[in-house]
T-cell receptor, first 115, second 112 residues
Framework: AQSVAQPEDQVNVAEGNPLTVKCTYS??????LFWYVQYPNRGLQFLLK??????LVKGSYGFEAEFNKSQTSFHLKKPSALVSDSALYFC?????????????FGTGTRLQVTL | EADIYQTPRYLVIGTGKKITLECSQT?????MYWYQQDPGMELHLIHY???????EKGDLSSESTVSRIRTEHFPLTLESARPSHTSQYLC???????????FGSGTQLSVL
């Protein structure tokens, strides 16, 4: 089975500083990777995905993610953090093939951006 | 903005009650999913459906059941709620299997 790991439970960043939320993956074959964000008392919202092509994927709200095959990583990044970016972030991987595939999520990382 | 709706948003009930959590989507998606989210954040897939009259159990064993009689509707039922069922339940849909998921706002269930 495919899986992703988020090694940090929480990341703390000052507003205006760059942020990185880490994700590593374990897959057989080509990985389909996703990032989602969850704001308080809300469902998850799609940020971006990597299927193939450019290793730098741009997504919503100024976020981007870098796919690194040699390090099996898919870290989420933003050049300048905002207090409003404070939320839970989930990395996910497509597990299975064809019509039997579904998404498997990491354990989540809480991002706290302070003034 | 995703067109997927969950009701109720919050539910507090006593042990032994039967409950149904509603989930509806207006996007015409064949694939629908139920995730259970622990207080510690982790998401677990408990049920999914790839179309009408199709339902499958997910990775996490659950005492709940689901049905898919209409494309747009994917309710989850607990026949006899227990305190261990206290959790947040998130419904999602996608156009393709393993593709981008659209989530509802979730139902926070508390069983006393």
């Amino acid at each position: 089975a495919q899986s992703v790991a988020q090694p940090e439970d929480q990341v703390n960043v000052a507003e205006g500083n760059p942020l990185t939320v880490k994700c590593t993956y374990s897959v057989s074959g080509n990985p389909y990777l996703f990032w989602y964000v969850q704001y308080p008392n809300r469902g998850l919202q799609f940020l971006l995905k990597y299927i193939t092509g450019d290793n730098l994927v741009k997504g919503s709200y100024g976020f981007e993610a870098e796919f690194n095959k040699s390090q099996t990583s898919f870290h989420l990044k933003k050049p300048s953090a905002l207090v409003s970016d404070s939320a839970l972030y989930f990395c996910a991987v497509r597990d299975g093939t064809g019509t039997a595939s579904k998404l498997t999520f990491g354990t989540g990382t809480r991002l706290q951006v302070t003034l | 903005e995703a067109d997927i709706y969950q009701t109720p948003r919050y539910l507090v009930i006593g042990t032994g009650k039967k409950i149904t959590l509603e989930c509806s989507q207006t996007m015409g998606h064949d694939k629908m999913y139920w995730y259970q989210q622990d207080p510690g954040m982790e998401l677990h897939l408990i049920h999914y459906s790839y179309g009408v009259n199709s339902t499958e159990k997910g990775d996490l064993s659950s005492e709940s059941t689901v049905s898919r009689i209409r494309t747009e509707h994917f309710p989850l039922t607990l026949e006899s709620a227990r305190p261990s069922h206290t959790s947040q339940y998130l419904c999602a849909s996608s156009e393709s299997a393993g593709g981008k998921l659209f989530f509802g706002s979730g139902t926070q269930l508390s069983v006393l």
